[in-house]
């Protein structure tokens, strides 16, 4: 009796609380496109990495540092698997500061594989002031810290629309996004259709190029998902045989025991 | 229990005349008598040392790539995700693994409250367990800190703030805690420190509840003295084969974490970098401390709430003198049953309240439910021992429940 009733305030209070949750919450639920990589068996797409690359270089790294990812990790295996010559292709078009030389002098080169991505600021406070105070956040591992994931930074890239509806009033530098909290968020939109022109010859629509760079977040939050997916089946697999046979030995051991 | 080992080879016979560690093992961990009629409940002791271990030896080799430094610390766990081989498989199992090892120890307390497992003579290895948990949430808390992440960082904050409530020292207590006038670098090193010492005293502790256990043997569902020899078996290889079993089945649900949703039970703000100017919209602790979270903020002042929280562990070492009743197992405690389930919904929904802000209907929740939570060990638990009629005992493990006669006397006694 007493245990049914408990059970009952539980569910109770789950749902009262419920409630409460969907009517202060101020923000909107992300859409949830098919991703290549969710699931138990999931993978990357690599034309879709390259792809969403691309936009991060073009579009993106005007204002996202992305510094926990090196120009190697392009070339590594679960990830954009860019060719070696492409990978290094691809950094030499960055500079980096290097030295001193043996004059005591620091000078510029051109980035090597083992070169994380270049920020686009020289720190923290000219990120700030070229973007009116607020710094654009690093995108290394965007897609985990936020909560929504992928879906989140997919639907905030898409989220931007002409119409503010009545009742939102925007300050300076702010703008109106429908899946932003509150509405409101520092970034313009970025994502345009033809924004870039892909190598592949994929059509660069505005859906396309959204999906494409948070795949590409996606990979690089998280650049071993594709070893921890293959790893873990079989470790499931071998656990679950495993669990079989313990069963039935230990079937055995007690079967002359009377318990 | 060690009496019939004879040491066979020349070697073996060597070592044991000098040092009986051959004896020791084979009587505590192959001829150890056991009763026979335990459940699945009992092989979470098992599970527990498994979980130490692995914790232990995966935050060994964390250890050797992490850095304790604020400005290094966030990046060098990304550098074990990102370049370190297997790092991301390491850090993976050790975040998930506190998590296993709180369910398990949740399951674990459970159990020995359910079947009166801390009742005499079992009282000192129920104290030694609970010193076990105390030192289990210190480090847990301590190595949620160590990534530097937000929640790390404003965790740590709330959390060693608390202290600055001690009447008069309080101030003083929290600047020694920190070794600066904030949480920062100071913080992090001594934690990491401290992270690394208190597993080495947990085990210290295990060795001491196991040592405690083996004089006088487990308890057993019917909660009754078992007659060796006719009620026990030998641990190996009935229970060795038994608690491995329950291990792997374990293990499945902790790799299903681990490799296919590693960061479910993480909060997402912890991959921003702990930024002292930014507080987060919530300050969450992991969902295992959010019970006594729920505890700490029932209470409308701030001293109160940090002596309830504590008082809430505090009063589980004395629960061995608090339950008044005789009769072990809660499968002969028809009305103590009850209430027992009412405690685990308790505190299931004290935890859920945790996880939300401490306002309106959340908050009387809390209140009730902190009330009752220590109600049910100063009140309940010591009233019910005297006015339950509890259901009779089997004679033995073996035996099949008393005779209808032998009912009839026994619960003359009891009226």
Known sequence: MIKRLSIFLLLLA????MSFVFASEEMHVPMQPDWSFQGPLGKFDRAELQRGYQVYTEVCSSCHSMDLVSYRNLVQEGGPEFSEKQAKAMAAM???????????EMFMRPAILSDKFVSPWKNEQEGRISNGGAYPPDLSVM?????????????LLLGYEDEVPEGIILDDGVYYNVYAKNQRIAMPQVIYEDGVEYTDGTAATEVQMAKDVTAFLAWSAEPKLEERKRIGFKV???????SFLLYFTNKRIWRDTSH | MSDDYEPQSAVAKWIDKRLPIITLFSGHLMQFPTPKNLNYWWTFGGILTFCLITQIITGLVLAMHYIADANLAFASVEHIMRDVNYGWLLRYIHAN???????????????SLFY???????????????????????TAFMGYVLPWGQMSFWGATVITNLFSAV????EAITNWLWGDYSVSGALLTRFFTLHYLMPFLIFGLVILHIWALHVP???????????????????????????????????IVFAGLVFFSPNILGHSDNYIQANPLQTPEHIVPEWYFLPFYAILRAIPDKLGGVIAMVSAIAILAFIPWLDTSKVRSSKYRPLYRQFYWLLIVDFILLGYLGSQSATGIYLILGRLATLYYFLHFILVMPLIGFIEKPKPLPKSISEPVLTKEEQLTKSGQMA
């Open chain 2, 167 to 170: 009447p008069f020292f309080g």
């Open chain 1, 236 to 242: 499931i697999v071998y656990l679950i045989i495993l």
């Open chain 1, 94 to 104: 960055f500079e980096v500061e290097a030295g001193p030389d043996a004059d005591g």
């Open chain 1, 143 to 155: 897609v985990k810290a936020r909560s929504g994931g992928a879906d989140y930074v997919y639907s």
């Open chain 1, 14 to 17: 789950h749902t009262v609380s």
């Open chain 2, 97 to 111: 693994g506190a998590s296993m090892f709180f369910i398990a120890v949740y399951l674990h307390m459970a159990r």
């Open chain 2, 116 to 138: 009166g497992s801390y009742k005499e003579p079992r009282e000192l290895i129920w104290i030694i367990g609970v010193f076990i948990f105390l030192l289990m949430i210190a």
């Open chain 2, 217 to 251: 043997g487990n308890n057993n569902p019917e909660g009754i003295d078992v007659v060796k020899g006719q009620d026990t078996v030998p641990f190996h290889p009935h229970y060795v084969v038994k608690d491995v079993l329950a291990l792997v089945v374990f293990m």
